[in-house]
T-cell receptor, first 115, second 108 residues
């Protein structure tokens, strides 16, 4: 079974530029998560989708971050414009469905460096 | 105080040593996860448990629901076990809360 795919794996941009990340969850997984992990910290949830609907985006900095999952399958996360403090690993995860303590499967992450 | 606390934050040990990483949490949970993160960022799920004990190869995870505590043990540790080990709990609202991780370094 293919795992969660993410691209790119690494990205270096200058502040004020825009960047987009892509995630393809495990086939059939209804729930998709985007996390931000700053160096030395645990991942922080940015946004959670159930199919193509947003379940939780309370910690997403909506002035600069946006995410979509239009067809309920793959998803993109965008930062526009980027700030230095956005340097982090962006992790995508998916689970079969919401609820019941379902196991999350993580992608390899995208390491973003903002200069 | 964080809802999920791990100890130690950093651990260096010799190959073959028995390793224990601890996790304490302060919220009601439906499940607890132990995750492994290698340099480069990718996370692998090691265990998901809600009671008792699970074993996979040289890895053992235990949880005590009453004490709100879990431990991850590695027997006969090996340099390839060097990674960050993250404890994460899923609360009653199905939100996952991560610990800050324990950085393990096994010396040959």
């Amino acid at each position: 079974e293919a795992g969660v795919a993410q691209s790119p794996r690494y990205k270096i941009i200058e502040k004020r530029q825009s960047v987009a990340f892509w995630c393809n969850p495990i086939s059939g997984h209804a729930t998709l998560y985007w996390y931000q992990q700053i160096l030395g910290q645990g991942p922080k949830l940015l946004i959670q989708f159930q199919n193509n609907g947003v379940v939780d985006d309370s910690q997403l900095p909506k002035d600069r971050f946006s995410a979509e999952r239009l067809k309920g399958v793959d998803s993109t996360l965008k930062i526009q414009p980027a700030k230095l403090e956005d340097s982090a690993v962006y992790l995508c995860a998916s689970s079969l469905y919401l609820g019941g303590g379902r196991e999350q499967f993580f992608g390899p992450g995208t390491r973003l460096t903002v200069l | 105080k964080n809802e999920v606390e791990q100890s130690p934050q950093n651990l260096t040990a010799q190959e073959e040593e028995f390793i224990t990483i601890n996790c304490s949490y302060s919220v009601g949970i439906s499940a607890l996860h132990w995750l492994q993160q290698h340099p480069g960022g990718g996370i692998v799920s090691l265990f998901m448990l809600s009671s008792g004990k699970k074993k996979h190869g040289r890895l053992i995870a235990t949880i005590n629901i009453q004490e709100k505590h879990s431990s991850l043990h590695i027997t006969a540790s090996h340099p390839r076990d060097s990674a960050v080990y993250i404890c994460a709990v899923m609360n009653r609202d199905d939100k996952i809360i991560f610990g800050k991780g324990t950085r393990l370094h096994i010396l040959p």
